[in-house]
């Protein structure tokens, strides 16, 4: 279970510093002016929508709700947004991750290749240097005792 883990970290480095991002510029371009909106449409005492909404769309065009939103009274409203919109972002991003970690131990390994193999021990077998070529660094040799068939599969060209 834990090459799950570590394969859809490795895998996913630079999907995960563009969702750490993407967070950022989100959290500028919309948490902040959704969160002196909720300010501003809080200032009575009840929750106003309509100031809400004529609020919320200038604010996101004018980029100048991230220098207000830290005035006194307002951050508290910039917050909690920021708060809920980090969970819903966090839950988004896991379920991505989720969906791509591999689904077993050998995903992305060549079918036939010798990446199953730790610390050169296909070399009690294999030779590295002559013989028949198996593969880049994979020979097999021709003076090993028993079995050297080699059965080669794929296409047949010719003209």
Known sequence: MNYKVSKTLKDNKKSIILIAVLWLILTIVLVAPIGYS????????????????????AEIVSFSSISKVF???????????????????????LIGLFKSRPKHEYTDIE??????SENGEQYR???????????????????????????????????
Do not use: C
Not at 72 to 84: N, Q, R, S
């Open 111 to 116: 079918h036939g290749s010798s990446d199953w």
């Open 71 to 93: 005035s006194a009274g307002y951050i508290v409203y910039f917050g909690k947004t920021l708060l809920y919109f980090t969970i819903i972002y966090i839950i988004f991003a």
């Open 125 to 159: 077998i294999l030779s590295r240097n002559k013989g028949i070529i198996l593969s880049k660094h994979n020979y097999l040799p021709v003076d090993k005792r028993g079995n050297v068939n080699v059965l080669v599969v794929g296409r047949f060209w010719f003209w």
């Open 38 to 57: 909720i300010g501003l449409a809080n200032q009575s005492g009840t929750f106003d929508l309509t100031i809400f909404l004529e609020n919320v769309f």
